[in-house]
């Protein structure tokens, strides 16, 4: 009876170099779905980059298979549910597609809270999300969170350079917070996916568009507008709409230990880096090729920027009472957002 209990101990004791073996060499291919299209910034020069290094890093082992353009089905506000779920294993989207869904991150789209660039934008967005955020993020693993850049007013025949220049302009809005300042300002919100704005304000449907410096040439606003409004370069931008990317909680979790410490190496801060820096290039695109179509950049005055901030400032505290039913002090969340978004405007 020893000798047979010693046998099948050496057995097992000779296996475990096996499992181990076995487990270190498996390969993993994520599902990486967005809702941008596939020669978008996002994807040349942040996700097609990060998944190369993933790659390279692991020898081959753990490599990405993305999927564009919500190949994967639904519409982009269904992102979150979609990698939650396992229909993918990454997901970028931005939590203001999901109004009420995030109450945290929020915070970050209130009017004039954080700085306009993509990188100073992200580092703001990232520290505040770890400090006060991460409750909204409890079903997933958070990857990173970062700027797609502060939003800009581009206009097709006037520019809107006073609080009553607002009045009764029809502009695209991104989120709802955005239309709430649009709304608070004077003007109309329709809200619209990037893929409709350039020929709805061809048509006359919009006058215009809120949107990023990224967005005028990857859906040719430049074509059909004449004028790009944006606030004083030291000052916090119009409003942000924060990006993220989320990855499903068990699938992380039941990586392999040696290619979740790459994936752990790669996201966070180095993420964060790598998105923040790829959208402050696109501004200095978006600008270049608005100049080279013949449009106007205009920077609105410090007074007439400081009576917007007053004139709009009831989206902050009519969301503070939103979200005060949930427990949250709004008022104090967007204090430490502006707190934070001042350390990195330049």
Same mark, same amino acid.
């Given at each position: 009876?020893?000798?047979?209990?010693?046998?099948?101990?050496?057995?097992?004791?000779?296996?475990?170099?096996?499992?181990?073996?076995? *487990?270190?060499?498996?390969?993993?291919?994520?599902?990486?779905?967005?809702?941008?299209?596939?020669?978008?910034?996002?994807?040349?020069?942040?996700?097609?980059?990060?998944?190369?290094?993933?790659?390279?890093?692991?020898?081959?082992?753990?490599?990405?298979?993305?999927?564009?353009?919500?190949?994967?089905? @639904?519409?982009?506000?269904?992102?979150?549910?979609?990698?939650?779920?396992?229909?993918?294993?990454?997901?970028?989207?931005?939590?203001?597609?999901?109004?009420?869904?995030?109450?945290?991150?929020?915070?970050?789209?209130?009017?004039?809270? *954080?700085?306009?660039?993509?990188?100073?934008?992200?580092?703001?967005?990232?520290?505040?999300?770890?400090?006060?955020?991460?409750?909204?993020?409890?079903?997933?693993?958070?990857?990173?969170?970062?700027?797609?850049?502060?939003?800009?007013?581009?206009?097709?025949?006037?520019?809107?350079?006073? &609080?009553?220049?607002?009045?009764?302009?029809?502009?695209?809005?991104?989120?709802?917070?955005?239309?709430?300042? *649009?709304?608070?300002?004077? =003007?109309?919100?329709?809200?619209?996916?990037?893929?409709?704005?350039?020929?709805?304000?061809?048509? =006359?449907?919009?006058?215009?568009?809120?949107?990023?410096?990224?967005?005028?040439?990857?859906?040719?606003?430049?074509?059909?507008?004449?004028?790009?409004?944006?606030?004083?370069?030291?000052? +916090?931008?119009?409003?942000?709409? +924060?990006?993220?990317?989320?990855?499903?909680?068990?699938?992380?979790?039941?990586?392999?230990?040696?290619?979740?410490?790459?994936?752990?190496?790669?996201?966070?801060?180095?993420?964060?880096?790598?998105?923040?820096?790829?959208?402050?290039?696109?501004?200095?695109?978006?600008?270049?090729?608005?100049?080279?179509? @013949?449009?106007?950049?205009?920077? &609105?005055?410090?007074?007439?920027? $400081?009576?917007?901030?007053?004139?709009?400032?009831?989206?902050? &505290?009519?969301?503070?009472?939103?979200?005060?039913?949930? @427990?949250?002090? @709004?008022?104090?969340? &967007?204090?430490?957002?502006?707190?934070? =978004? $001042?350390?990195?405007?330049?």
């Amino acid at each position: 009876m020893p000798s047979t209990r010693a046998h099948i101990t050496r057995l097992v004791i000779a296996t475990f170099p096996l499992l181990a073996s076995t *487990l270190y060499a498996q390969e993993v291919t994520l599902k990486v779905s967005h809702f941008l299209p596939p020669n978008s910034n996002y994807q040349k020069t942040v996700l097609e980059p990060w998944c190369d290094k993933l790659a390279k890093d692991s020898g081959g082992k753990l490599k990405c298979q993305i999927y564009p353009a919500m190949q994967l089905g @639904g519409t982009p506000p269904q992102l979150a549910d979609q990698v939650k779920n396992a229909v993918a294993d990454i997901v970028m989207t931005s939590p203001s597609y999901s109004s009420g869904r995030f109450p945290y991150t929020e915070a970050l789209e209130q009017p004039f809270t *954080l700085p306009p660039g993509g990188l100073a934008g992200s580092k703001a967005m990232w520290e505040y999300t770890q400090k006060f955020a991460m409750k909204d993020y409890a079903d997933f693993k958070l990857l990173a969170m970062f700027s797609g850049s502060g939003i800009i007013m581009s206009t097709s025949s006037k520019p809107i350079l006073t &609080v009553d220049g607002f009045k009764g302009v029809k502009l695209r809005s991104p989120s709802r917070s955005a239309a709430r300042l *649009l709304t608070a300002l004077g =003007g109309a919100p329709v809200n619209m996916p990037p893929a409709q704005i350039t020929e709805a304000v061809s048509k =006359g449907v919009v006058d215009g568009a809120m949107a990023t410096w990224e967005l005028v040439p990857a859906v040719k606003l430049q074509e059909v507008t004449k004028y790009h409004m944006q606030g004083p370069a030291n000052q +916090p931008a119009f409003t942000q709409n +924060p990006l993220v990317m989320l990855m499903n909680k068990a699938r992380y979790e039941g990586l392999p230990p040696d290619l979740r410490a790459i994936l752990d190496k790669a996201a966070g801060p180095a993420l964060v880096e790598l998105a923040g820096s790829s959208w402050d290039k696109a501004i200095d695109d978006g600008r270049r090729l608005a100049d080279q179509a @013949g449009n106007r950049t205009l920077t &609105v005055k410090p007074e007439d920027y $400081a009576a917007m901030r007053k004139a709009s400032a009831s989206v902050e &505290v009519d969301w503070a009472k939103d979200v005060a039913g949930k @427990g949250l002090d @709004g008022a104090m969340l &967007v204090r430490e957002a502006r707190s934070i =978004g $001042a350390k990195y405007l330049k």
